[in-house]
């Protein structure tokens, strides 16, 4: 079992940024890989990013690559977005995901929610213009 809380979404003016922290309890943090996924209203929730278990893989989708950066510290069980130049487009509840089995590194694979075994509650991240 793994628990996860995400923490640092609020509300920030285009151009801005924020950083989204998720902290993880249960398992041991480094034997698995973390995403990022954020759902819009009226929307499906969506692939943001993944770090692959040791760190040095990480994956962006195309709407934020070179904007946000994943990053985690395991001595700390917590996994870090660092989102900048944030748009209105980015106003989404943000959620962190933990995938205990698969430590893919295909887009078919990681970016697919169901790859996920547990998943935070979800922080919100309104971009106003």
């Known amino acids: 079992q793994v628990q996860l809380v995400e923490s640092g979404g609020g509300l920030v003016q285009a151009g801005g940024s924020l950083r989204l922290s998720c902290a993880a309890s249960?398992?041991?943090?480094?034997?698995?890989?973390m995403g990022w996924f954020r759902q819009a209203p009226g929307k499906e929730r969506e692939f943001v990013s993944r770090i692959r278990r040791n760190g040095l893989s990480k994956y962006y989708a195309d709407s934020v690559k070179g904007r946000f950066t994943i990053s985690r510290d395991n001595a700390k069980n917590t996994v870090y977005l660092q989102m900048n130049s944030l748009t209105p487009e980015d106003t989404a509840v943000y959620y962190c995901?933990?995938?205990?089995?698969?430590?893919?590194?295909?887009?078919?694979?990681?970016?697919?929610?169901?790859?996920?075994?547990?998943w935070g509650q979800g922080t919100q991240v309104t971009v106003t213009v």
């Open positions: 249960g398992r041991t943090f480094s034997t698995y890989g």
């Open positions: 995901a933990a995938d205990l089995t698969s430590d893919c590194s295909e887009y078919s694979c990681y970016a697919r929610s169901r790859v996920y075994n547990y």
